[in-house]
């Protein structure tokens, strides 16, 4: 599969994952508002996911494919399953056993990282029972990490791409299901986690089945494989770590800020990664094996070249989303957002949170697209020093800044220590000589941003103009919202095409250059 149409692939089904999510989201704000049982759940939720984050899509998505890949290069595809299938044994008994412990010791665990839960005594009880039912979707999707890792390392994306969907599915049936019948509709959703886990595996245990690339559970050993994947495993897994003590940190001030704290941040955060998803986890994604092919074939100019595509095609799309976020976030919350328990109150405080994330945006991209770089050399060093300098500053910034603004300094805090260690990892990479952006590439840069400011000036003359016609009933909202996007698209492509960001000719040159397989 050709580099561009894997892009597409995973982007296209992470769009539709993000819009059954925001489905989702929206009907958990109607139901739960933002109050402790929101809270509650979110905290809940975030632990296994800062776990799965932790290990299976972070430490050991980024060592396994580059190494499952250059044993496919090397020596074909029935060897690789075989390394997969010790791996796969070895990582079941381990994430069976960290769940059982952590169960056991759930309410000190949600004492660490909700402090201010302990001061609201019904607030501290709901996240423990939650996380309890949350926390065996841990052990199920990181089993779906792995087998996404060697689907994806054979060209296949869809599958894996494709796999949230059936979570929000499952979150969404559990709120009509569960919501009149249990203690309260967050333990429904607690239930609706795990279901929706254990439907993720099995979907993609059939994915493998019929791309005849499933690896058998035996009995596991230690083998010098293991051995190897662990070592490399160890920076990744701090890395990974620091960077989710990085978002921990963010939850644990929040706990000690107003009831609702939690949740502006969350639904904020939610907006904010669907461009990030769609645009930088998407082209990270289909970049990592790409690039571990290309290097451990010796074809490091072809490398460099996937980079330099990948880096324009984000920035392309990700700097007018975060003009866009940033100029309509109020417009987009009220729209998505404020109905039912969700309140007035409740969406400014989530759409100036979602102004703060969005600044940050295009550096979220960024390191996105320059981490393989590193993961594909087996360098999982680097971006743990670069990660634990990206906590220390967060920290302060959390410290300073929401002592002025409250949830929002968190939010800020988040985004200038991401654009901190995008810069970081650019001058690293171009001190080693591993990529630096041409001339061409910086040119390109400036003349998007003008046509994004473009897009930005039409979108408040349009809002302005518009703002009678939104208030007046909530669906003509939200058609006036979507027009303002469309408009907004609009403008920006003919301003990019006047600036000569972009050309047809250039298009064109692109689509061919990129359809090339791998």
């Not at 697209?369 to 590193?374: D, K």
Request: glycine share 8%; charged share 15%.
């Amino acid at each position: 599969m050709s580099l561009l149409k894997a892009v597409a692939t995973v982007g296209g089904y992470t769009m539709i994952s993000r819009m059954t999510g925001f489905i989702r989201d929206i009907l958990i704000a109607a139901t739960l508002g933002a109050g402790p049982i929101a809270d509650a759940f979110i905290v809940a939720f975030k632990l296994p996911n800062f776990f799965r984050r932790l290990t299976a899509e972070g430490s050991f998505t980024i060592v396994f494919i580059p190494m499952f890949s250059g044993v496919l290069e090397r020596d074909g595809k029935k060897k690789a399953l075989e390394f997969a299938q010790e791996i796969m044994s070895f990582m079941a008994a381990i994430l069976l056993t960290v769940t059982i412990m952590a169960i056991f010791f759930m309410p000190q665990i949600v004492g660490l990282i909700a402090p201010g839960f302990s001061h609201a005594p019904n607030k501290f009880n709901l996240a423990v029972d939650f996380a309890e039912l949350t926390f065996v979707y841990l052990p199920l999707i990181s089993l779906v990490a792995l087998l996404g890792g060697i689907l994806n390392s054979l060209g296949k994306f869809a599958a894996m791409a494709s796999a949230p969907i059936l979570l929000n599915l499952f979150l969404i049936s559990s709120l009509g299901i569960f919501a009149d019948i249990l203690q309260t509709p967050g333990h429904g959703l607690a239930i609706g986690v795990a279901i929706g886990g254990l439907a993720q595996l099995i979907w993609l245990i059939e994915a493998c089945r019929r791309a005849k690339a499933l690896p058998r559970l035996v009995w596991p050993r230690w083998t010098p494989r293991v051995s190897r994947l662990l070592k490399f495993m160890l920076p990744a897994l701090l890395g990974a770590g620091v960077v989710q003590i990085n978002l921990l940190i963010d939850v644990i001030l929040a706990s000690i800020l107003p009831t609702g704290s939690v949740s502006y941040l969350y639904y904020a955060d939610r907006l904010n990664q669907l461009p990030l998803a769609v645009i930088g986890i998407a082209i990270g994604t289909a970049l990592l094996p790409n690039m571990s092919r290309n290097i451990q074939a010796g074809r490091l100019q072809e490398a460099k070249e996937n980079q330099e595509k990948s880096l324009e095609i984000g920035l392309i799309l990700t700097i007018p989303a975060a003009f866009g976020l940033m100029i309509l976030s109020d417009s987009i919350v009220t729209a998505l957002f404020q109905r039912g328990a969700f309140d007035t109150a409740s969406a400014t405080a989530t759409a100036i949170a979602l102004v703060c994330y969005s600044a940050g945006l295009p550096a979220f991209v960024i390191i996105k697209i320059f981490q393989p770089n590193f993961f594909a050399r087996h360098d999982t060093t680097t971006p743990v020093k670069i990660a634990a300098g990206s906590v220390v500053i967060n920290l302060i910034l959390n410290l300073i800044l929401m002592q002025y603004f409250g949830h929002a300094g968190l939010a800020m805090a988040t985004s200038i220590s991401a654009w901190l260690s995008a810069a970081i990892f650019a001058i690293v990479l171009k001190n080693r000589n591993l990529y630096s952006p041409r001339r061409k590439l910086l040119v390109k840069i400036t003349r998007i941003i003008l046509a994004a400011s473009v897009m930005g000036l039409g979108l408040v003359a349009l809002k302005e103009f518009s703002g009678g016609f939104a208030e007046s009933s909530r669906l003509l909202g939200i058609c006036v919202l979507l027009l303002l996007i469309f408009c907004g698209v609009f403008i920006y492509f003919i301003s990019l095409f006047l600036f000569n960001g972009i050309s047809k000719e250039e298009i064109v040159e692109n689509l061919k250059r990129w359809s090339v397989r791998d």
